[in-house]
T-cell receptor, first 112, second 114 residues
């Protein structure tokens, strides 16, 4: 079945460091790909998405490019802030669009 | 708009007790779903609904029941709570009838079963 695999955390960075969180996927067809973020004590919220190969999703300084050849959707940010501390989930809709497959989540802590 | 609301925020049950987790949305979304979040496992789909009167099972439905009598409400019932159901539960909704659109999540219910 469809699935996503995320790099294991936790990840701890200093403020202004470069962030990469790896995500690879296995899917039937070419689904949209998503990154969701969960801040402490809250539900998940959409961070960015890409709907087709070579699309780049971006939001709040975060970027991810849909790479069909490497089946990847890595999340990057050039300069992280303390307020970026959260858990990040890579996700894709299952082929029948009635389920969303989430990665295990990567906890990011940014220290001042 | 309140978005997706869930009650209660926290709940402690004893093994064998039953309860209902409430979920409501005010965005007129057709698709609603329930997930459980467990450490190291991401979110897993319990049940979903593509419209009032229509529900179906997700990946981990055992021990849970749902109904969808209105577009707004999608309660999740635990029939006889077990310690394995200790988890954080999230309700979500989205426009349209699938997960290819952005899903909006509630704040979650943290359930402990003793």
């Amino acid at each position: 079945g469809d699935s996503v695999t995320q790099m294991e955390g936790p990840v701890t960075l200093s403020e202004e460091a470069f962030l990469t969180i790896n995500c690879t996927y296995t899917a039937t067809g070419y689904p949209s790909l998503f990154w969701y973020v969960q801040y402490p004590g809250e539900g998940l919220q959409l961070l960015l998405k890409a709907t087709k190969a070579d699309d780049k999703g971006s939001n709040k300084g975060f970027e991810a490019t849909y790479r069909k050849e490497t089946t990847s959707f890595h999340l990057e940010k050039g300069s992280v802030q303390v307020s970026d501390s959260a858990v990040y989930f890579c996700a894709l809709p299952e082929y029948n669009n009635n389920d969303m497959r989430f990665g295990a989540g990567t906890r990011l802590t940014v220290k001042p | 708009n309140a978005g997706v609301t869930q009650t209660p925020k926290f709940q402690v049950l004893k093994t064998g007790q039953s309860m209902t987790l409430q979920c409501a949305q005010d965005m007129n979304h057709e698709y609603m779903s329930w997930y459980r979040q467990d450490p190291g496992m991401g979110l897993r789909l319990i049940h979903y609904s593509v419209g009032a009167g229509i529900t179906d099972q997700g990946e981990v439905p055992n021990g849970y029941n749902v109904s969808r009598s209105t577009t707004e409400d999608f309660p999740l019932r635990l029939l006889s709570a077990a310690p394995s159901q200790t988890s954080v539960y999230f309700c979500a909704s989205s426009y349209g009838t699938g997960t290819y659109n952005e899903q909006f999540f509630g704040p979650g219910t943290r359930l402990t079963v003793l």
